[in-house]
């Protein structure tokens, strides 16, 4: 790993700037127009600017990851929110030679859906917090809640 993209902005971007730097990594910051004087964007050693406003700039998966091949990064970090839980990204980064510093396609893909994660950690032994296994009626969910005891609420 040479040069990372952060294909986020704000707080979360200037972190993983100064992280990158202390691995003597390089980094490129994107930012959409209204972004363009952001403190994140001087963080960086590269910048680029993309098309499209707020946060849909930073949710245009495509756009990010020719940006990122169009200066040579080999990384891309997602930060947080965004695209940092998004299993097609990740697999578009994959498929790009481009690594998604983050869990891989198939891990985001099964812990996004919090039902299959769920029954997944039963299915191994790990211990749970009592909870339901899906999509309940308003009934069920008065039951659940009245079988937690006085205490729960």
């Not at 917090?129 to 309940?136: E, R, S």
Request: hydrophobic share 50%; with cysteine; charged share 20%.
């Amino acid at each position: 790993m040479k040069k990372i993209l952060i294909a986020n902005r704000g707080e979360i971007a200037i972190r993983i700037a100064r992280a990158a730097a202390e691995c003597q990594l390089a980094s490129v910051a994107i930012h959409a127009p209204d972004d363009a004087r952001s403190l994140h964007v001087k963080a960086a050693d590269e910048v680029i600017a993309l098309s499209g406003h707020g946060a849909a700039a930073y949710l245009d998966a495509d756009q990010i990851i020719a940006s990122a091949l169009s200066v040579g990064a080999d990384a891309i970090h997602p930060g947080y929110g965004f695209l940092s839980e998004n299993a097609a990204f990740a697999g578009q980064c994959a498929k790009n030679g481009i690594t998604f510093i983050g869990p891989n396609a198939k891990a985001l893909d099964l812990f996004g859906d919090k039902v299959k994660a769920r029954a997944l950690a039963a299915e191994v032994g790990a211990p749970l917090l009592p909870g339901t296994n899906g999509a309940t009626s308003l009934e069920e969910t008065r039951a659940f809640f009245t079988s937690l005891g006085e205490n729960a609420a």
